[in-house]
């Protein structure tokens, strides 16, 4: 399990866990504003038990890391804007008038306050959180582990299952291989009579061609006969 000063100094380690908002409220109540979105410096501080002048300077050294979680700061016309949307909404939920800022305003997201939890190092509270992330993600991992193991017990216990299954099935296939070699020398001999029988029919083939020619033939001699023999009787009968 990676330890809390790998989550301090590593913003690989800090970004795998910036989805874990939830931790903040498990370990202290987080005021948000009206709009249940933006939290502000003040409150940001007042949870963490830090000056404002700490919380700034861990923003100045994480400016770019911050931000991508959601700080942001407003001014000009964006932060008149934003004033104004949420004064009503601060005055109905709180009873009082909203704090105006004089030029700009610094608002943190719930998963950038969780970002500062995770690179403020002198807050007992900011300790907390991190040490619930580490010990929710060690229990994570023992739960992995246990549901990895249990897997692995039913793979063991399909392929004994399998193993079995294969014993009985041996018999079987030994018994469907040797009915098959029967089969094959069946078909060897099958195809050697045929073989004999194609060679006895091209021999009778040959045996009808000779007798062809040879009817030819005599047919031949008889018919010169028949034209020898009129041609003689047409003789006789003219002398």
Same mark, same amino acid.
């Given at each position: 399990? *990676? @330890?809390?000063?790998t989550l301090l100094e590593s913003r690989t380690?800090?970004?795998?866990?910036?989805? =874990?908002?939830?931790?903040?409220? &498990?370990?202290?109540?987080?005021?948000?504003?009206?709009?249940? %979105?933006?939290?502000?410096? #003040?409150?940001?501080?007042?949870?963490? #038990?830090?000056?404002?002048?700490?919380? &700034? &300077?861990?923003?100045? /050294?994480?400016?770019? #890391?911050?931000? #991508?979680?959601?700080?942001?700061?407003?001014?000009?016309?964006?932060?008149?804007?934003?004033?104004?949307? %949420?004064?009503?909404?601060?005055?109905?939920?709180?009873?009082?008038?909203? *704090?105006?800022?004089?030029?700009?305003?610094?608002?943190?997201?719930? =998963?950038?306050?969780?970002?500062?939890?995770?690179?403020?190092?002198?807050?007992?509270?900011? /300790?907390?959180?991190?040490?619930?992330?580490?010990?929710?993600?060690?229990?994570?991992?023992?739960?992995?582990?246990?549901?990895?193991?249990?897997?692995?017990? &039913?793979?063991?216990?399909?392929?004994?299952?399998?193993? =079995?299954?294969?014993?009985?099935?041996?018999?079987?296939?030994?018994?469907?291989?040797? =009915?098959?070699?029967?089969?094959?020398?069946?078909?060897?001999?099958?195809?050697?009579?045929?073989?004999?029988?194609?060679?006895?029919?091209?021999?009778? @083939?040959?045996?009808?061609?000779?007798?062809?020619?040879?009817?030819?033939?005599?047919?031949?001699?008889? @018919?010169?006969?028949?034209?020898?023999?009129?041609?003689?009787?047409?003789?006789?009968?003219?002398?």
């Open positions: 399990m *990676p @330890s809390e000063v380690m800090r970004d795998e866990h910036q989805g =874990r908002v939830d931790v903040l409220d &498990k370990v202290k109540a987080l005021v948000m504003l009206p709009d249940g %979105i933006y939290v502000r410096t #003040e409150d940001v501080a007042r949870y963490f #038990e830090v000056s404002t002048e700490v919380l &700034k &300077k861990v923003v100045q /050294r994480h400016r770019e #890391e911050l931000n #991508e979680n959601g700080l942001q700061v407003l001014r000009g016309d964006d932060l008149r804007i934003f004033q104004r949307d %949420i004064l009503s909404l601060w005055s109905d939920n709180l009873g009082t008038s909203y *704090p105006q800022a004089a030029t700009n305003l610094t608002l943190y997201t719930r =998963r950038a306050v969780l970002n500062v939890a995770m690179l403020l190092r002198d807050s007992d509270i900011a /300790r907390c959180v991190r040490t619930y992330l580490l010990d929710a993600e060690e229990s994570g991992w023992r739960a992995g582990d246990a549901s990895l193991d249990r897997r692995v017990t &039913k793979v063991e216990s399909h392929l004994d299952t399998v193993g =079995r299954a294969l014993q009985e099935l041996g018999p079987v296939i030994n018994g469907i291989s040797v =009915r098959l070699d029967r089969l094959d020398r069946r078909l060897e001999t099958t195809n050697q009579v045929v073989g004999a029988i194609s060679n006895r029919l091209c021999d009778l @083939s040959d045996d009808m061609r000779r007798m062809e020619h040879r009817m030819d033939r005599r047919l031949d001699d008889v @018919s010169h006969r028949l034209s020898a023999l009129e041609r003689s009787q047409r003789r006789r009968k003219r002398s």
